[in-house]
Each structure stands twice: as structure tokens, then as C-alpha cells.
């Protein structure tokens, strides 16, 4: 039997001989009456401080699968150190007598202590608390049970310490779950407690089915194929909110921004509709069940699709040209558009803008040379005063 580390129980009471006899003195009924409010005072902040930090209880069901949780991480443990130590040996000089007196490594305690010393973290108290209490039951598997038992886990969480349910199975006594341990929930949902001892058994169905066994389809969904163990369910089409088919002609009601027409569901095209669906300065754009408001192009004020070519009416600075509101060059119109001396025009989209020329600079209004700019010499060529930014 190997040492084993004990957690410490509780302090021991001290005996009679040793305590203090403690004498109490009666005090008066009137005495009683005036301590009491000041006994309430003194009482009350430790109270709620306690209230404050007391952890709440944790539901049964929670509560009833941790163990089981922990008990199957331990097996997982154990047969990953199973796997590390596989190609070992006691590693010393004379094996062969190594073997014949202490007994294969495969078997020995020696692989034992190495496996269960690798089980859990250092700070996984509940891990290192139950293989420290159920040690014994490891070492009694693994020199006498582990041929007649070779499954760890049913023979050490299921039928030993009781916390675990084989799988397909839940509760106290593991009782089969809805539609059988083989097939619960018939594929399409989740046991509640499956192989833990706790849960109620009841089938948290996937999406797209419902009903006691998950057999059933929610709206929005068709049965395309069922028997009397299994069931499929396939969404509808987008058109549908309820439906027998995969057709817009299947739908048993229309989902919203679709309409009835003729034998099939239609999109209800809600830019086509008198009341304008977007505001002032916004083209309203249709898609299947729905619209979106888009913003108008620059140059529109006010539009009925994309572009400058589906403008209203152009906004200031652009013009109707070819059918599209185009900009208007500001600085090419026959009236100048920056009259004053040594100003050049600059076009920008949908206006312009007026700057002193290459050698001068902006003073109380009015282009006037810098002071680096040279004498004037021999006038050449005019450059041109129209330039776009």
C-alpha cells in the first residue's frame, strides 16, 4: 500500500478538564429591553457583509455532474499516462533481475505512483481530492480488476464511486434517456445529464426541431423525412414562415415583406409603394423581403437610383449634360469668375475656388507680391488663370 497525503480534518475539541467554566450573570428585564437596539446595531453590518459575500447554491443538476466531470477527466488522465509510460522500464542496471524480483513494469506499482502523480494539477482541488479518498480503489483496479474490468471509467466512475452514467443514460438510478440509450432524442437533441447522475432526462432539441424526442419540426422548418426512429427537418424558403415544402409555392403562410400571389409567396417590392419608403435626399433600394435607403450622389437634389443619372434635379455647381448632372467648370464661363487682379480659378466639383497667383500672396483682401518675388523682366507668354483641383 502506498503513503498517502490526508487532508486535515478538524481541530479536536479540548477536553472538559481544560476549558473555562463561563458564569453568567442575569440581567434585569429592563436592562434587556434597552441593550437589544444596540445588540441589533452591532449585529447587522457582519450579517450583510456575510449575505454579501456568501457564494449562492448552485443547482442540483450542476452540482450532481461536477463529480462526474472530474471523475472522467481523472480516466482521461490515466490513460494518457498509460501511453507516456508504455515504453518504459525501471531504467537500472539489471533489469532481468529487475523484473524477476520486483515484477514487470508493465504491473508494478512503481508505473502506478508515476501515472497517478501525473492525474492532476496542482491547484485542481477537486481533481487531487478524489484521487487522494479514492486511491485505494485505483490500486485495488489496477492489481486485481483491470483484466476482469478493463473499461476504467465503468468500473471506476459508474459502478464504484457512483457519480457517472454510462453513456445514453442519466439520474440517480441511470435511466435510459428519452428514445433510448442507442439513439437519445432520436439524433436531433441533447439528453439533460446524459452519463452524469443528475438531469432530468429531457431532450434539448437542435435547431429546427422540437416535440418530446425532437421528432417535430418548428415553424419555419418542413419534415422531408421520417420514419418511426428518425426524422428530418429542412429550413423553407425564405419566402415561407410556414411551409410543407422547399418552394415559395410551399409556404402555408407568407414571413414578412412577402406577399400571396397566384399560388407562391412574392416579395413585396416596397420602393414600388406611392408613399415615398426614404427620406429627402435617399433612393430606396428593394431586396427579397426587405428595402435599404441609400444615399443620392453628390450632384442630385433628391433621386431615384444610383449615379448622376438618376437625379431629380441637379444640385448648385452641377448641370444637366447628356442625360447625368454634370459639374459645371466655373472657371472656363465666358464671365470670369475671379476678376480680381493677380487671382487665379481653381475648379473643384460642384463650385470653385478663387487664390492669389504663383508670386503673390493674400493681403487685407488683395494679391500683392511677396517679398521674394524678383523685378519684373521682359513680359512673356500669359499663363493661363484656370487651373482644377
Partial sequence: MMPRLRSPGHPPSLPARFRCPVRTM??????????WPRLQLLLLPPLLFLLAVAPLPSSSSSTSHKPCTVCRNIVDQFHKGLANTEKKNFGGGNTAWEEKTLSK???SEIRLVEIIESLCESDAFECNNMVENQEEHLENWWFKQKKRHPDLFRWFCVDTLRVCC?????GPDCLECPGGAEQPCR????CNGDGSR???GKCACHL????????DCVDGYFSSWRNDTHSVCTVCHQACKTCTGPSPKDCGECELGWAQQEDACVDVDECAAEAPACEEGFYCLNNNGSFSCQACDASCAGCVGEGPEHCKSCTAGYAQEAGACRDIDECAQPEEACPQEH???FNTPGSFVCACAQG????DGACVPTPETQEPQEAGPASSSHEDL
Fill in 208 to 215: 429546427g426541431y422540437t416535440g418530446a424526442l425532437c421528432m
Fill in 360 to 363: 503673390f500672396q493674400e493681403t
Fill in 187 to 190: 439524433g436531433n437533441g441533447y
Fill in 26 to 35: 442575569p440581567v434585569p428585564s429592563s436592562q434587556r429591553q434597552s441593550l
Fill in 343 to 345: 487671382q487665379k480659378c
Fill in 166 to 170: 454510462l453513456s445514453g443514460t442519466y
Fill in 198 to 200: 443528475g438531469g432530468d
Fill in 105 to 107: 513494469y508493465e504491473s
